[in-house]
C-alpha cells in the first residue's frame, strides 16, 4: 500500500510542478509532510539539502530521497518513477502528435510564438544568474555598487576562454571553481 500512495503522491508532484524543481518542494512538502506523515519537518529539510548538493534535477533526487526513507530501495524507485512519469507520458504525446500535424500551419504559427517566451525564459534565468554571481542576489540589490568583484572577475574570464579558445564548458568551470577555492583561501 505504501507503495502506491508514493507513486500517487509523485505522479501528482510530477505532473503540477509546474517550473522546475524548485516550483517542486512546496507540493513534495505537502505531501510528504502535511498529507502523509511520512516525514518531519526536519527529515524533509535535511532531504531538500541532500537534493540540492547531490547532481542532478532537485525535484528527481528529492524524490529518490524521500522513497528511500519512507519505504527503501523500492521506495525510492517507485517514488522516482512517479516523479518522472507525467513528463515522460506528456512530451510522448506531444511528440506524438507534433509528428502527425507538423505540416499544419496553426502547428507552426503556434512554434512560431512559442520560440520567443523559451529564449525570454532563458535569458531571464540567465541575468538572475548572472546577478547572483555579481550581486550575490537574484534581483538588483538596493545599492547596485555592492559588486563582488572576484565574481566579475571570474565570470568575464571565462567568458573569453569559452568565446576565445572554445574551451569545453566542463573545464572552464571546473577551473572557476579552483579560481574561486584559491582566492577563498588567500
Not at 17 to 27: E, F, K, N, W
Not at 109 to 129: D, K, N, Q, T, W
Amino acid at each position: 500500500m505504501i507503495y502506491l500512495e508514493l507513486l500517487w503522491s509523485f505522479i501528482q508532484i510530477g505532473l503540477f510542478s509546474i517550473g522546475g524543481g524548485y516550483a517542486a518542494m512546496p507540493l513534495i512538502q505537502h505531501q510528504v509532510v502535511d498529507l502523509h506523515p511520512w516525514l518531519t519537518m526536519t527529515q524533509f529539510a535535511d532531504v531538500i539539502a541532500i537534493a540540492e548538493m547531490t547532481p542532478g534535477p532537485i525535484a528527481l533526487n528529492a524524490a529518490t530521497f524521500v522513497g528511500i526513507q519512507v519505504a527503501g530501495l523500492p521506495g525510492a524507485l517507485v517514488a522516482t518513477v512517479g516523479s518522472v512519469l507525467p513528463s515522460c507520458v506528456i512530451v510522448l504525446l506531444l511528440a506524438f502528435l507534433y509528428y502527425k500535424f507538423k505540416g499544419f500551419s496553426v502547428i507552426q504559427g503556434i512554434l512560431a510564438g512559442v520560440r520567443p517566451a523559451v529564449v525570454a525564459m532563458i535569458a531571464s534565468a540567465g541575468v538572475s544568474m548572472v546577478l547572483l554571481a555579481v550581486y550575490g542576489t537574484r534581483t538588483l540589490p538596493a545599492d547596485p555598487t555592492a559588486v563582488q568583484w572576484t565574481a566579475v572577475a571570474i565570470l568575464a574570464g571565462g567568458l573569453v576562454v569559452l568565446r576565445k579558445w572554445k574551451v569545453n564548458p566542463v573545464w572552464v568551470i571546473l577551473g572557476s571553481g579552483l579560481v574561486g577555492i584559491l582566492v577563498g583561501i588567500l
